[in-house]
């Protein structure tokens, strides 16, 4: 380990696109990045060892499904989350602000934090900018996110300024109960469509000097264009020394969006949902594996992608796998679905070192099928 | 490639259990050997590099289920059925005679063949002795099994006489339909739980002399003793040279009883259907992984085994991932499951060779817990 955690290099720049190195605890993560989603502390149906066959440098679990379970106190007596799962690689938790924001009527929030009763089993709890911190730092992840308030969209504009001074007031809270120097705290800019309370959610952030920033509340079902203007505006918002987080993106056009305004990191289920669903990603745009048209095709899934799903199995076989619902169908789809994602980013990383990233960005657009997204 | 498919050598005996080498299209295979059933041209959730890593060195796919999907010509297309699911050792393929059997209500059985409806759609189908032979022999597989009429137990006596006459009737088309030396005819002998019934079906089966011969119609509900006699019983009908085959096979106890009488060969899709249900094979007897007892239990699955799921993740993190409904659940401990009894075989071939066959019996019979079956 070269380096203090936190520490972001960023080695090169193409237009607004970056290429960075981000240092953590568990090692240093090149940028932008893909991370896969392991909510449960399981990226679904992939093993680590998968996952560091596929070149991922970091996953993401959720706060909010560890605490209810398995709970804080199984895996603080695993040896933290890395160990339970066995990834030895760096972690970043979401801090369950988003889950409990889902929940609608299950949920009471003030400024104290927010108190909730379990999907599972009905049981009462509250999420508190402290001890969410706490939680995160107890099961030693590289990035811990701070606790906000999603709002989910269209909302008035009273609910939204709301939204953004409550997240605010949190993540300075969640600020002063830090604890623990290698996990670090990301804040999460909220604002819904409105650049002003962007812009406010983000100086109160930002005034807080945190080593890196995510931009939240977007791919939550706005318009391309007001996806692509937002993803720009509030990128723009952030210090060009930290580290840009873009949350729950990913399709291959939305990561050529957001990595040309200058974000450094995502996550997403999108190809792991799709992967159990039968839709894969392919740099040509996404095909559903159990159409009629694919039973005696004996090509790989994608000839531009160098997984070894591609390399191995065909796509008259994959869809029979999942005509059969036979569970190694979402496996090996959920494989090659991340592939693609962690694939790109890695040539967007050269292409933007080479500083020839608006030709590759232009390419991969245009490659894409039409309806491909 | 050494040998002609079909030579079986035996290497050594200890007491009744033999240890032999089976050579076929696709490789040589060292009995006794346990086969993992990959019904639909997949063992559930496993990739051919799983079972290659796991030592399995035949699988089990099932006529039925690929004769309704995805089909004769789709497989032929793919240039076979090791090229379309990507498993590049030997492939046995069960009839569908038991398939069809289970079917009920839905088929109906005369000299000609079996007349059912598919489970998936209710289309009509035929299998006749020829048309399942050559269905098997057009998809390329190692061993053959000959069309047989499965009689539930309890059954009348002429029932059983019935099931037999007719099993030897289709045998004798099966080996008159033949037309690939690369893929072998095995018969299967059955009869019940009726010593003389079962001596008639061995009788009229070896007369044909086929590459080898399987005990069909056991371990479908008579007790552990009827399992053990019929067993004995049977294996002591076929010849010394040629293997033997027990179907629906098992358990590590079974597997130990039936090496003893002199079984060669073994498929079951107990490991793997435990697995996906959450128990776990041990060579201490079976646990339920979701029990609460395992929740902090931060041990391997089995401190005996050496498979990669041991060596990496605990029972804790096992039992979490049932718990939450985890697909990689299912997955792990499928791939345990099979490495135990894989293992318990390999060693158990050791066993014979240094003529310690009744020792090893005894220990592992030993170290089964009670209730572990």
Redesign the interface.
């Given at each position: 380990m070269n380096g203090v955690p936190g520490a972001f290099a960023l080695r090169a720049t193409s237009g607004n696109a970056r290429r960075g190195s981000l240092t953590l605890a568990h090692g240093v993560v090149e940028t932008p990045v893909f991370m896969p989603v392991g909510t449960?502390?399981?990226v679904?149906?992939?093993?680590?060892?998968d996952l560091f066959e596929l070149g991922a440098r970091i996953v993401l679990a959720n706060s909010y499904?560890l605490w209810l379970?398995?709970g804080r106190?199984?895996i603080v007596?695993?040896g933290g989350l890395n160990a339970?799962?066995?990834w030895e690689r760096p972690i970043l938790t979401d801090s369950g602000g988003f889950q409990v924001f889902s929940l609608e009527s299950r949920r009471v929030v003030s400024d104290a934090g927010v108190r909730f009763r379990s999907h599972i089993d009905g049981s009462e709890h509250e999420f508190t900018p402290e001890n969410i911190v706490a939680f995160q730092e107890a099961l030693g992840v590289d990035i811990a996110m701070a606790l906000d308030v999603c709002v989910k969209l269209p909302a008035e504009q009273t609910e939204i300024d709301e939204a953004v001074r409550r997240t605010t007031l949190w993540a300075e809270r969640c600020a002063n109960a830090r604890s623990r120097a290698a996990t670090l705290l990301f804040g999460i800019v909220q604002g819904g469509l409105d650049e002003s309370a962007r812009a406010r959610s983000a100086a109160g952030l930002t005034a807080l000097e945190l080593p890196g920033y995510a931009v939240g509340g977007l791919s939550v079902g706005e318009t391309r264009d007001e996806f692509e203007r937002m993803t720009r505006f509030s990128a723009g918002l952030l210090p060009a020394g930290k580290p840009r987080y873009l949350m729950g993106v990913g399709t291959v056009r939305d990561l050529l969006t957001a990595v040309d305004a200058g974000i450094d990191m995502f996550d997403c289920v999108y190809p792991t949902r799709c992967g159990?669903n039968g839709r894969a990603i392919t740099r040509a745009g996404d095909l559903n594996i159990r159409n009629a048209v694919f039973?005696?095709d004996?090509r790989p899934l994608d000839e531009r992608c160098s997984c070894?799903v591609c390399a191995?199995?065909?796509r008259?076989?994959l869809s029979?796998?999942f005509?059969?619902e036979?569970?190694?169908g979402?496996?090996?789809l959920s494989y090659h679905n991340l592939a693609v994602l962690i694939d790109l980013l890695a040539e967007a990383r050269t292409a933007i070192e080479r500083d020839e990233w608006a030709a590759f960005r232009s390419a991969n657009l245009a490659a894409l099928a039409p309806a491909g997204d």
């Open positions: 449960a502390a399981t679904k149906g992939l093993t680590p060892g499904h379970r398995p106190e199984t007596a695993a339970f799962m066995r159990r039973a005696r004996f070894s191995t199995f065909t008259a076989y029979h796998l005509r059969a036979e569970m190694l979402p496996r090996l």
